[in-house]
């Protein structure tokens, strides 16, 4: 927190990558590595998508936090007697203090996990999704889209920018500030951006291009959190997302290609926002909407054209162990 009651994020992650030429000293194996991840998080969220579109499922495994946590760190209270399965551990907290017994830093998901030493290799999570993309290829499924292609990079780069700047961190720091400045400041920040983003979508169907790319699952993950936790419990309400006529199309058509909406529990994503930020909801109370159901309605974004997935195909559906509940 700044003195003026900002709410400021450290990005301060620990920098190693997992790459092709293994020049961090972590080469890009299968099976060696385990993506840590919550369903309530919008950060790991992208992880999640990134990892279902490439199909790398077969050879990167997923463990799962709870959707509730303490000072100390996620937890792994969703798996049997409390441990993850594959890393044996309590809390992510125990990889990150193998990796450096003095780690001073927030423990934070997603976060790429070194099966063999247990030591957490980064939690770096904008250049996780980057290198997912271009690190892994070897092992992406066939017909895999391409969600950084080389041509559009720069542009990506610049919306994903703004989307970070203005959107993903802006509901945080309107939620978390410390004075009514502070919380008026990111509030218009906030929605100077989604009028924007309206614009720019409302005659084409994706952020860049004519696919799905990086930029596109960056801002969904906030997209699709804001009408059950940001519109609320950050006070950004100056309209709800479903208010928003060519945000909430844009979102729906997301949240119903493969990939998107199959990675989203909303009970989990209440639970954490209204049950962890006791500063903001100090009685705990999850609430009980919105409703769900309008997240499967049509949404007339096929009429703009556009491609999916570019010249790839969907992927299958997910792990039975990783299927996240239907929408009632």
Same mark, same amino acid.
């Given at each position: 927190?700044?003195?003026?009651?900002?709410?400021?994020?450290?990005?301060?992650?620990?920098?190693?990558?997992? #790459?092709? /030429?293994?020049?961090?000293?972590?080469?890009?194996? @299968?099976?060696?590595?385990?993506?840590?991840?919550?369903?309530?998080?919008?950060?790991?969220?992208?992880?999640?998508?990134?990892?279902?579109?490439?199909?790398?499922?077969?050879?990167?495994?997923?463990?799962?936090?709870?959707?509730?946590?303490?000072?100390?760190?996620? &937890?792994?209270?969703?798996?049997?007697?409390?441990?993850?399965?594959?890393?044996? %551990?309590?809390?992510?907290?125990?990889?990150?203090?193998?990796? $450096?017994?003095?780690?001073?830093?927030? %423990?934070?998901?997603?976060?790429?996990?070194?099966?063999? +030493?247990?030591?957490?290799?980064?939690?770096? =999570?904008?250049?996780?999704?980057? /290198?997912?993309?271009?690190?892994?290829?070897?092992?992406?499924?066939?017909?895999?889209?391409?969600?950084?292609?080389?041509?559009?990079?720069?542009?990506?780069? $610049?919306?994903?920018?703004?989307?970070? #700047? /203005?959107?993903?961190?802006?509901?945080?720091?309107?939620?978390?500030?410390?004075?009514?400045?502070?919380?008026?400041?990111?509030?218009?920040?906030?929605?100077?951006?989604?009028?924007?983003? &309206?614009?720019?979508?409302?005659?084409?169907?994706?952020?860049?291009?004519?696919?799905?790319?990086?930029?596109?699952?960056?801002?969904? #993950?906030?997209?699709?959190?804001?009408?059950?936790?940001?519109?609320?419990? =950050?006070?950004?309400?100056?309209?709800?997302?479903?208010?928003?006529?060519?945000?909430?199309?844009? #979102?729906?058509?997301?949240?119903?290609?493969?990939?998107?909406? $199959?990675?989203? $529990?909303?009970?989990? %994503?209440?639970?954490?926002?209204?049950?962890?930020?006791?500063?903001?909801?100090?009685?705990? %109370?999850? @609430?009980?909407?919105?409703? +769900?159901?309008?997240?499967?309605?049509?949404?007339?974004?096929?009429?703009?054209?556009?491609?999916?997935?570019?010249?790839?195909?969907?992927?299958?559906?997910?792990?039975?162990?990783?299927?996240?509940?239907?929408?009632?």
């Amino acid at each position: 927190m700044t003195d003026k009651g900002e709410y400021k994020r450290d990005l301060n992650y620990l920098p190693d990558r997992i #790459t092709a /030429d293994g020049r961090d000293g972590w080469p890009v194996e @299968p099976d060696r590595y385990r993506l840590v991840v919550a369903r309530a998080c919008p950060w790991a969220n992208r992880a999640v998508i990134v990892r279902r579109l490439l199909g790398l499922e077969p050879v990167l495994s997923m463990g799962i936090a709870g959707p509730v946590h303490d000072e100390r760190s996620w &937890s792994f209270d969703l798996d049997p007697d409390g441990r993850d399965p594959v890393l044996g %551990i309590e809390r992510l907290q125990e990889a990150f203090f193998k990796r $450096d017994p003095q780690y001073p830093r927030g %423990i934070t998901v997603p976060a790429f996990v070194d099966i063999p +030493t247990g030591q957490v290799v980064t939690n770096d =999570f904008a250049q996780m999704t980057l /290198d997912m993309s271009t690190e892994w290829t070897a092992h992406h499924r066939s017909g895999a889209p391409e969600l950084y292609p080389d041509k559009l990079r720069d542009e990506i780069d $610049d919306v994903a920018r703004k989307v970070f #700047t /203005d959107v993903n961190n802006a509901v945080y720091q309107a939620g978390f500030a410390g004075s009514q400045e502070a919380y008026e400041r990111a509030y218009a920040k906030l929605f100077a951006r989604l009028d924007w983003l &309206s614009e720019r979508l409302t005659g084409q169907r994706y952020l860049v291009g004519d696919t799905i790319t990086e930029a596109d699952i960056r801002l969904f #993950t906030t997209l699709v959190r804001f009408d059950a936790v940001y519109h609320g419990h =950050f006070k950004c309400n100056r309209q709800k997302l479903a208010e928003l006529p060519v945000l909430w199309a844009y #979102t729906r058509d997301l949240f119903q290609t493969p990939g998107f909406g $199959d990675t989203i $529990d909303f009970a989990q %994503i209440k639970e954490h926002y209204y049950v962890v930020h006791k500063n903001v909801n100090p009685t705990g %109370i999850v @609430p009980a909407g919105p409703e +769900t159901t309008g997240w499967l309605t049509p949404h007339g974004r096929e009429s703009l054209g556009g491609r999916p997935f570019g010249d790839g195909t969907p992927p299958g559906p997910p792990p039975v162990a990783e299927r996240v509940p239907e929408l009632a």
